[in-house]
């Protein structure tokens, strides 16, 4: 089991990674520690920084002086050097083999030394809202402390960081994005605990129909019609996650499911399931029925199964298919079970599927992107507006990659 927690200076990624540790009676590692002691033996011994990173072991890591800003900012110079990188590499894979399993915490943990991590956290927060709690814990530790200095200092470390040619700061296109700015430490500590704990469960293989189903929904994308598909990396793999798509077409369950890289659940009107016959077609091909209306909570009882489970469903955020190509204002249902559920979102837009037939003759273009994921509402039970806003957000979203996708097609 690994956990991959990234961001930038004073995120709090190291405490959330210390939490998640203790949690799972996994080891941590503080990366940045590493980087840490490199710059401070290169400057105690006079060897080089590559040098220096060939020959750490874990005992110059037990060192205060790297905690300081100084050693801080230090690190972030070393760690631009490509040998210090490829040197430290190795020792964060070999840390995390030796005991079956590891939390690390860093810069580039989810994009280069474990690209195929059980889980990636992204943990953000404003500049000004990281440069505070910097700010608050010198003022703890009885030290005196300058604001607007710290903010200077957080923003040039960001700014080296991230500009840096070799494993800058970016975040893993799967990792889910952690904003902390309004979230406290235990309500993080909540979100990711669930969503390792979901992640490490043993990935349950497919039925046979459903196997069969997408493989033949790919191979007819794949020689049928004209189509494109990107931002599959986008999509984790691992724990629980809804995927929330604009509906224009009957085709669009299909055809997003089949291409991704997980079996899916695909939420569905509870009318469809009406007649006997397609009612049992649909339902072995994972379909869930939602009850709409007043109990609207209820309604979502077979989705929430899936999500409690680890699973994964799609979701059409407009609550119906739409032929009028226009995006509708979305129903609350994707932030209410996101929220109940604890469950990040990756916003997907299809664009091309109310035209199979023209696909067909190769006159239109069938596009479908995924955006990066998004972390679900704070509060478990958020109040209507909280669950509309967030809904609008995906939506949002959706329009976006919607308008990329549309200037893709007439150029
Ligand atoms: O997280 P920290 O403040 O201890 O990190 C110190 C510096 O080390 C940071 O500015 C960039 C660098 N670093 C890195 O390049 N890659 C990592 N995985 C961790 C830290």
Redesign the pocket.
């Known amino acids: 089991m690994i956990i991959a927690i ?1 961001g930038p ?2 995120s709090g ?2 405490t959330l990674a210390q939490r998640l540790a203790d949690h799972f009676k996994l080891p941590h590692l ?7 002691a490199v710059g401070w033996l290169a400057g105690q011994t006079g060897q080089t920084p590559a040098a220096a990173a060939a020959y750490l072991d874990a005992a110059d890591l037990d060192n205060p002086a790297l905690r300081t800003d100084e050693a ?2 230090a ?2 110079k070393v ?2 050097i490509p040998e210090v ?1 490829v040197n430290l590499l190795k020792f ?1 894979r070999e840390f995390a083999h030796q005991a079956s399993g590891a939390v690390l ?5 989810g994009t280069v ?1 474990f690209p195929d991590a059980d889980l990636k956290i992204y943990v953000t927060a404003t500049p000004e809202a990281r440069a505070e709690r910097r700010f608050l814990e010198l003022q703890g530790k009885g030290e005196t402390a300058d604001r607007v200095a710290i903010l200077g200092q957080i923003r040039e ?1 960001d700014r ?2 991230t500009e ?1 040619a070799t ?1 800058p ?1 970016t975040r893993a296109p799967d990792a889910i994005l952690l904003d902390t700015t309004e979230l406290g430490l235990e309500e993080q500590v909540v979100l990711a605990s669930r969503w390792a704990a979901l992640a490490m469960k043993p990935v349950r293989r497919p039925t046979l129909i459903y196997s069969f189903g997408s493989g033949f929904t790919r191979f007819f994308a794949r020689w049928f019609l004209d189509f494109t598909i990107q931002g599959l990396d986008r999509v984790p793999r691992k724990g629980p996650l809804i995927v929330a798509c604009n509906h224009i077409s009957f085709w669009d369950p299909p055809l997003v499911g089949a291409h991704l890289p997980r079996e899916m659940h695909f939420v569905a009107k509870a009318e469809l399931f009406h007649n006997p016959l397609f009612g049992a077609l649909i339902r072995s091909y994972n379909s869930i029925p939602i009850q709409r209306g007043a109990k609207s909570r209820s309604g979502l009882r077979g989705a929430e199964e899936v999500l409690t489970a680890g699973g994964a469903v799609l979701i059409f955020p407009e609550g119906t298919r739409n032929k009028s190509g226009e995006l509708l204002q979305p129903r609350g249902g994707v932030g209410r079970l996101a929220a109940l559920t604890k469950t990040p979102v990756v916003p997907a837009c299809i664009t091309g599927s109310d035209q199979i037939r023209r696909s067909m003759r190769r006159q239109v273009r069938i596009r479908v992107s995924f955006g990066s994921p998004v972390m679900p509402p704070r509060s478990e039970n958020p109040e209507r507006d909280e669950v509309r806003a967030f809904a609008r957000m995906i939506m949002d979203r959706i329009r976006a990659m919607r308008e990329e996708q549309e200037a893709k097609t007439w150029k």
Do not use: C, E, M, N
Request: hydrophobic content about 30%; overall charge positive.
């Open positions: 990234d200076a004073a990624k190291g503080d990366t940045g520690l590493l980087y840490r801080g900012q690190a972030s760690a631009a990188r964060q915490d860093g810069r580039d943990i030394v470390r080296r960081d840096r494993s700061l």
